[in-house]
């Protein structure tokens, strides 16, 4: 079991969950993922590592209510029943930023796609580099850990669909104007985000990086549900990646592919509102 310190709303349906996990993030790097359970019945849930305090041993999690499993997920108050990681493979910038030295830089990030993005920013900051961001969600009230963001990117940029806060418009907005002043591109963040994202680089020959993890169901490559096509070739976010060459990934079959349980998640909410309705009641 692992004892969760903290596990608060952010903003309306987004959580951040702080948990004892010393092994998880002994040698973890900005980009692997964690997968974690809450009960010993539980859905696996991978979730990317956002933050960690390798002195206190603390793991930081930021994830969104979508189904059953997240929901269940948002009810814990004590301990976890399972935390394993990291997983996958770190950001190749963050893995070697030598290799990058003198490259401009821009990461981009759609919704919570912004908990991804601030490790790797924040880690390649600490090794001199200036890295931009452009942060898009759509509206103000649905923006997070802003000022964190803030401490580590050395240019910031906003977008919302309804104008409330920054720019009004999409990431892409923002990329097309400055998009000659990057040699590659970080999107992280909703598929179809990721694809408008990659098909604007591709025009400009901008070199793409982009993160399947919202594909990613059990995180263990067993389900199947998050595998790829990169350059025609079969691979499993969670295994292979989660980081792909956006200029290779078939994005259309990536957006089929998020439907696959879309009628077996809603069995399972459903199932899991009248439980919690029982639970209420049970201690009422």
Not at 85 to 99: A, F, Y
Request: glycine fraction near 8%; proline fraction near 4%; include cysteine.
């Amino acid at each position: 079991m692992f004892k969760v310190i903290q596990n608060k709303e952010l903003v309306k349906n987004c959580y951040e969950m702080i948990v004892e996990a010393p092994m998880a993030i002994q040698k973890a790097i900005p980009g692997q993922f964690v997968i974690v359970m809450a009960k010993e019945d539980s859905e696996r849930i991978p979730l990317t590592i956002y933050d960690y305090d390798k002195e206190k041993g603390l793991l930081y999690l930021i994830y969104q209510i979508v189904g059953a499993s997240t929901e269940e997920l948002s009810k814990v108050k004590e301990e976890l029943f399972g935390v394993v990681g990291p997983l996958g493979k770190p950001n190749e910038i963050c893995k070697d930023p030598n290799e990058y030295e003198g490259k401009r830089i821009c990461y981009i990030a759609g919704g919570v796609g912004i908990a991804p993005v601030y490790p790797q920013v924040k880690y390649l900051k600490e090794q001199g580099m200036d890295i931009d961001v452009i942060y898009g969600v759509r509206s103000a009230n649905q923006l997070i850990i802003q000022k964190k963001i803030e401490e580590v990117a050395h240019q910031m940029y906003y977008t919302t669909d309804d104008g409330t806060f920054g720019t009004k418009g999409f990431v892409t907005d923002v990329l097309e104007k400055n998009i000659k002043n990057y040699d590659i591109v970080v999107a992280i963040g909703p598929v179809i985000m990721m694809k408008s994202v990659s098909e604007l680089t591709k025009k400009h020959n901008v070199k793409t990086i982009v993160s399947m993890n919202p594909i990613m169901v059990d995180g263990s490559g067993m389900c199947g549900a998050c595998r790829c096509e990169v350059e025609g070739k079969p691979k499993f976010a969670c295994i292979d990646g989660p980081e792909f060459d956006g200029h290779k990934v078939d994005f259309d079959l990536a957006l089929k592919r998020l439907n696959i349980y879309k009628e077996e998640e809603k069995e399972k909410w459903e199932d899991m509102k009248t439980l919690l309705q029982e639970e209420v009641s049970y201690e009422g």
